[in-house]
C-alpha cells in the first residue's frame, strides 16, 4: 500500500506562482510514473504533468511553459512548481504514483485557485 501527501496548494493572484509537493510513504518499492492530475468544478479530471522515474517529463499543452515537475527519487517526493498562474488553472490538483507498472495511488489533493 501506498499513501500520497500532497502539500502547497493555496490562493494566488493571477501571474503568481505556487510550488505543490507530493511525498510518497508506505510499500513503495517500484515506484515509477509520478503525476499530477487537476479536476476543476465540472470537469473531468486531466493529467497536467508527469514524471518517469528516469526523469522523463510529459506536459500537457496548456501548462508548457509555465509548469515544471521534477521529483526526488531518495526522498520519493514529485513538485509542480507552478509559474505565471492563471484563472484557468484553477483546480483541485491531485498526486498520482504507479508502481510495479500497474497499480495506480491518489493523494488526497489540494486546492489551488487563482483569482484577484
Known amino acids: 500500500q501506498v499513501q500520497l501527501v500532497e502539500s502547497g496548494g493555496g490562493l494566488v493572484l493571477p501571474g503568481g506562482s505556487l510550488r505543490l509537493s507530493c511525498v510518497a510513504s508506505?510499500?513503495?518499492?517500484?515506484?515509477?510514473?509520478m503525476g499530477w492530475y487537476r479536476q476543476a468544478p465540472g470537469k473531468e479530471r486531466e493529467l497536467v504533468a508527469s514524471?518517469?522515474?528516469?526523469?522523463?517529463?510529459h506536459y500537457v499543452d496548456s501548462v508548457k511553459g509555465r509548469f515544471t515537475i521534477s521529483r526526488d527519487n531518495a526522498k520519493k517526493t514529485v513538485y509542480l512548481q507552478m509559474d505565471s498562474l492563471k484563472p484557468g488553472d484553477t483546480a483541485v490538483y491531485y498526486c498520482?504514483?504507479?508502481?510495479?507498472?500497474?497499480?495506480?495511488?491518489w493523494g488526497p489533493g489540494t486546492q489551488v485557485t487563482v483569482s484577484s
Open positions: 498520482n504514483a504507479v508502481v510495479l507498472s500497474r497499480y495506480n495511488y
Open positions: 508506505g510499500s513503495i518499492f517500484g515506484l515509477d510514473t
Open positions: 514524471v518517469t522515474r528516469g526523469s522523463s517529463v
